[in-house]
């Protein structure tokens, strides 16, 4: 059973068929986060707007509010399931999620820090916060090296800096209590009041990360081999983890850097697409890509239209998601 299971991931016209599948999905998920809210708005009106703006109170609405918003879900789910995917295949841990194992804490505190301490240079939050996720990344690799990257001490390693990072954040935020109103949507995540600067802002990193991750995928599946094997056929094994741990940073960090601390999306969706395609990253990174926006798509939608008119931050759907994903795979 096993057997034939394999069997069917290697087949490219079953793979071809997935991701058909997801890329259906992220449709779905693009015209139902423009079509849903105060006002509804049909498909077929969505494609209109979106062909031949106007000056109609529904052109306005999707093309000020709801259009920026769902495109700027799409690239910071993107980018986090990369990271993760990423992130899982040169530490060897299928619990590798830049929020899990301290990265997206990184991230946060230094943009955090410049929110609150510096808010003068808000506009280097996302160099800042790429610097805290390097930071972090490295303590997590030293910690976790012993003769090789062990899986368990990953996750050991992680949690420790995660929450030394989460404690810096609290510190910094008890120092500084009259500006935390401004950081309480950062800390969970929050797509609400996003406009295209902060697509802008991302965008740039989510096509230099799909494009390097691409270009890096034959080198991350020899990786999967084991760190003796990738040596014995040429690789250079520590500096081809090096520049995908970089790379991982870089794409948690931009997505903290414009929406916050986002948890699960990169422990979600990578370890669902291996399940339905296999390890190979010729097809784990464009179904990750496709099924991270997909997600943080849906989980925004329904975080915003749930209790309307009031929303609540998109992190807060993500944790009721992943929590019991995670400890399933805790559990296996």
Not at 16 to 43: D, E, H, S
Not at 55 to 63: D, F, G, L, M, Q
Not at 120 to 140: E, R, Y
Not at 242 to 255: G, M, P, Q, Y
Request: net charge positive; glycine share 10%; proline share 4%.
């Amino acid at each position: 059973m096993r057997n034939n299971t394999l069997a069917l991931k290697d087949r490219k016209s079953y793979r071809l068929t997935v991701l058909l599948i997801f890329l259906l999905a992220l449709l779905l998920a693009f015209l139902i986060g423009n079509a849903m809210g105060t006002i509804r708005i049909p498909f077929n009106r969505i494609v209109e707007v979106m062909f031949h703006p106007d000056a109609t109170v529904e052109s306005r609405t999707i093309w000020n509010i709801r259009l920026p918003r769902v495109i700027l879900g799409g690239l910071v789910g993107i980018n986090l399931a990369l990271s993760g995917a990423i992130l899982q295949g040169i530490m060897g841990n299928p619990l590798a999620d830049p929020g899990i194992i301290g990265i997206s804490s990184g991230a946060g505190l230094f943009g955090i820090f410049i929110l609150v301490v510096l808010p003068q240079f808000q506009n280097m939050v996302p160099l800042f916060a790429f610097l805290g996720a390097m930071i972090a990344a490295g303590i997590i690799y030293l910690l976790a090296w012993n003769g090789g990257i062990l899986p368990m001490r990953v996750v050991l390693a992680g949690v420790a800096v995660s929450a030394l990072f989460q404690a810096g954040i609290s510190g910094t935020l008890v120092f500084y209590a009259d500006r935390v109103h401004g950081a309480l949507t950062f800390m969970n995540g929050s797509l609400s009041a996003r406009s295209w600067g902060e697509v802008q802002t991302i965008l740039p990193y989510t096509i230099f990360g799909l494009l390097l991750s691409f270009l890096l995928r034959e080198k991350m599946n020899i990786m999967l081999l084991g760190d003796d094997v990738a040596r014995g056929v040429g690789l250079h094994v520590e500096r081809t983890r090096f520049v995908c741990t970089a790379l991982a940073a870089l794409l948690a960090a931009s997505a903290v850097s414009v929406v916050g601390l986002l948890g699960f999306v990169g422990l979600i969706v990578p370890h669902s697409i291996r399940l339905l395609l296999g390890n190979d990253y010729k097809v784990l990174i464009p179904g990750s890509a496709l099924c991270g926006a997909s997600l943080v798509m849906f989980s925004d939608t329904f975080a915003r239209t749930i209790f309307s008119p009031a929303e609540i931050p998109v992190g807060i759907v993500m944790a009721v998601l992943g929590v019991p994903f995670f400890l399933y795979l805790l559990r296996r």
